[in-house]
């Protein structure tokens, strides 16, 4: 009788330890298919700012040609005979040209421009 | 019963043993055996290699002024195994496509992976297109990045930057001569799709980036290109020449800051124009101003003199005797315009005398006078960055005939070209240094990162800078009232230059009567000169006694010099300097 009774007792410990290979079973094989679905998730996302940025770089490039068409010499002049815009030419009355005895065409220097020297100069000079 | 139980369950087992280790054979056969072929065939399935296009560089002037870009397009490709229904996908597309709808139901019906159905569709159109296509759930149509090239200022500078053909080559220009710099690289992408056609990304594969191509800066400013052409248009409009030219060059560094010829053309048109239209148009592309070589005429003279005062055989102030007008040499007379007694070295180029050039040239020998000719550069290339430069034609002297020291010295029986020409002027103003024309600036990656520069190169000091200013005052007095060429003068600036009236040679022989090429070739200021300019008109239509470089050519130069003075705010000549600072005041021109 006791040995009948001892025969029916529930392996409990070899059930756990079915239990839990079947949970780690499962659970990485729902790992495996969550990870894929975060993968093909991940990937539509990256495919869909691909295109999003493959668009505005195509907009960006549009636009710059169409700035650099708009403002070719050919196209300003066009629209200068419709009269869009006006332009007043600079008359020689008013090139009015600043520059120092002896040194038409050379830079002003330092040893040249003690006249013209900026004050906060000769403060730091000091 | 029991016994019979087990032979069924053995029999069951034994089957189901036999029927997995026939699955397992199989897969193992497809597996290991047959890998090769079934990866291909799923690799050709789903398997892809994307293109990634890499943007063609930008060609830009001195100031990053825009001379050719890309304007985005995109190219409307169909696989026709996805779709399912190509009737529909016809009755979508036909209409904004511009296409007609039984060919393209045709080419949506041929099964083929791969099917071009419009080219070069604007951005806006193939989102529209796009947006349709979604909305009837209609699968196989694909729109593929692609640009197309657009020059925004037309024909400006055309024979400079050149044209593409329809395969994305750069066929003359800078567009041919740097495409491998223009050109960048195209990568690609291994993947996979699914079977909708979408990408799956989780698949990706072997990737290359893409490298766009570089910029190239040229040493052109658009500004001065834009005095050049316009007044280039006036001179065609008033003249109507056959040809005509104009280049801009620094002397100091030999870059070319503008050049333009006519005729013309619109390298926006070439791509769109079919074939024929491109074949008859083909002399309109040639950048005469390298590839066209003409006898220089009197701008020769200046060689001539510049050799002989370099060489001390004659000082400025030497006399020669200009025979009157009439040289008889080897048997045959050489001729002046006016009949010249004794003049001046400084004469002889204010005056343009060929018998005074000529006698220029004798006194110093052919050997010695065809070293200057090649000193300074003629009868090679110059080395511009330009495809189909020619050399031009000047003959060693064991070819010259008896009566070619007295002809070339004027500027016949050599054939050079106009960059030449101005090339040669430029080591008489920069003090005698011979610089190669350069066109390039710099090159540029899409980064911004300059990888190459192109320095000014001397490729010579082809005459002293004391000969080199000899003849600069000489050829000041060209552009006065006393020269040939008063009419070039610019107000406020001290000009120095040298006309030319070439008769043009008959391809039968000899020269054709009447027809002329005139030049004026000048630079300014004369003492410290900003830039160099040739204007040359082949064949102008104007009164026989005023188809003179100076009258034609002469008041070209002075318009655009003017203009180009006041652009680059070249000052004037002072009047009277008062004071310790000086301020003055431009009168009206």
């Known amino acids: 009788m006791n040995r009948r009774k001892h025969a029916n007792l529930v392996p409990v410990a070899a059930l756990l330890r079915s239990v839990v290979i079947a949970v780690f079973i499962a659970a990485v094989g729902l790992s495996y298919v969550s990870f894929k679905n975060q993968m093909q998730t991940n990937g539509n996302e990256i495919r869909s700012l691909e295109a999003r940025l493959s668009t505005l770089i195509m907009q960006d490039n549009a636009a710059r040609a169409q700035i650099a068409r708009l403002s070719s010499h050919s196209y300003l002049e066009k629209r200068l005979a419709e009269g869009f815009i006006r332009l007043t030419p600079i008359t020689d009355s008013s090139i009015v040209r600043v520059h120092l005895l002896g040194s038409r065409n050379a830079p002003a220097t330092a040893d040249t421009m003690d006249d013209l020297q900026p004050v906060s100069n000769r403060v730091v000079a000091q | 019963m029991i016994g019979s139980a087990r032979v069924r369950a053995l029999v069951t087992c034994c089957a189901l043993a036999l029927c997995f280790t026939g699955f397992s054979a199989r897969l193992v056969h497809l597996a290991v055996t047959e890998h090769d072929v079934w990866t291909a065939r799923a690799a050709e399935k789903h398997g892809i290699k994307q293109i990634i296009y890499a943007n063609r560089g930008m060609i830009v002037d001195i100031n990053q002024q825009t001379l050719a870009d890309n304007d985005p397009v995109r190219n409307v490709i169909a696989d026709c195994t996805l779709l399912t229904n190509p009737d529909e996908a016809a009755d979508v597309l036909a209409g904004p496509l511009g296409l007609d709808e039984s060919e393209l139901r045709e080419k949506l019906a041929s099964g083929r992976h791969y099917v071009v159905l419009k080219k070069d569709v604007p951005e806006a159109a193939a989102k529209a297109i796009r947006n349709r296509l979604s909305v009837r759930s209609i699968r196989g149509i694909s729109f593929e990045q692609d640009a197309d090239r657009v020059y925004p200022n037309g024909a400006m500078a055309c024979h400079v930057i050149g044209f593409m053909n329809g395969e994305h080559h750069g066929v003359q220009g800078i567009e041919a001569q740097e495409d491998q710099y223009l050109r960048g690289h195209e990568g690609f992408r291994y993947t996979e799709r699914d079977r909708a056609g979408e990408e799956l990304v989780a698949y990706r594969g072997e990737e290359r980036a893409?490298?766009?191509?570089?910029?190239?800066?040229?040493?052109?400013?658009?500004?001065?290109?834009?005095?050049?052409?316009?007044?280039?248009?006036?001179?065609?409009?008033?003249?109507?020449?056959?040809?005509?030219?104009?280049?801009?060059?620094?002397?100091?560094?030999?870059?070319?800051?503008?050049?333009?010829?006519?005729?013309?053309?619109?390298?926006?048109?070439?791509?769109?124009?079919?074939?024929?239209?491109?074949?008859?148009?083909?002399?309109?592309?040639?950048?005469?101003?390298?590839?066209?070589?003409?006898?220089?005429?009197?701008?020769?003279?200046?060689?001539?003199?510049?050799?002989?005062?370099?060489?001390?055989?004659?000082?400025?102030?030497?006399?020669?005797?200009?025979?009157?007008?009439?040289?008889?040499?080897?048997?045959?007379?050489?001729?002046?315009?006016?009949?010249?007694?004794?003049?001046?070295?400084?004469?002889?180029?204010?005056?343009?005398?060929?018998?005074?050039?000529?006698?220029?040239?004798?006194?110093?020998?052919?050997?010695?006078?065809?070293?200057?000719?090649?000193?300074?550069?003629?009868?090679?290339?110059t080395g511009i960055s330009l495809p189909g430069e020619i050399p031009g034609l000047v003959y060693p002297p064991h070819r010259w005939s008896k009566l070619s020291i007295t002809r070339i010295p004027m500027g016949q029986e050599v054939a050079v070209t106009p960059l030449q020409t101005i090339t040669a002027l430029s080591a008489i103003a920069n003090g005698g240094h011979l610089m190669m024309p350069q066109i390039v600036h710099d090159i540029t990656d899409d980064k911004g990162q300059v990888i190459s520069t192109f320095p000014p190169v001397e490729i010579r000091q082809v005459v002293r800078t004391e000969a080199a200013h000899e003849v600069t005052e000489a050829l000041k007095g060209v552009v006065s009232p006393r020269g040939t060429a008063a009419l070039a003068k610019v107000s406020g600036f001290v000009v120095a230059g040298k006309t030319g009236t070439a008769e043009k040679i008959d391809p039968k022989g000899g020269y054709m009567q009447g027809k002329y090429i005139v030049s004026f070739c000048g630079f300014l200021p004369a003492e410290n000169p900003a830039f160099v300019c040739l204007v040359m008109l082949d064949d102008a239509v104007t009164k026989p006694d005023e188809n003179y470089g100076g009258q034609v050519a002469g008041p070209i130069f002075s318009r655009i010099g003017e203009k180009a003075a006041r652009y680059l705010n070249l000052e004037p000549e002072p009047e009277v300097p008062a004071g310790n600072i000086v301020i003055t005041q431009r009168e009206h021109d």
């Open chain 2, 210 to 381: 893409p490298r766009d191509g570089c910029n190239v800066r040229l040493t052109v400013d658009l500004n001065l290109q834009n005095i050049v052409e316009t007044e280039l248009d006036a001179a065609c409009a008033e003249f109507k020449p056959k040809k005509a030219i104009v280049i801009m060059m620094r002397p100091q560094t030999g870059e070319i800051l503008a050049m333009a010829n006519r005729p013309n053309f619109d390298p926006n048109d070439v791509r769109t124009k079919p074939v024929s239209y491109i074949q008859q148009h083909e002399g309109d592309m040639k950048d005469c101003a390298i590839t066209d070589m003409m006898e220089p005429g009197s701008t020769f003279k200046m060689v001539t003199a510049a050799a002989a005062l370099n060489e001390h055989t004659v000082r400025p102030d030497s006399v020669i005797f200009c025979e009157n007008g009439a040289f008889s040499y080897g048997g045959r007379y050489l001729h002046d315009h006016h009949p010249y007694g004794d003049l001046s070295v400084e004469d002889i180029l204010i005056k343009s005398s060929n018998i005074g050039a000529a006698k220029l040239a004798m006194g110093l020998g052919e050997q010695r006078f065809y070293g200057y000719i090649r000193g300074f550069g003629f009868g090679e290339r």
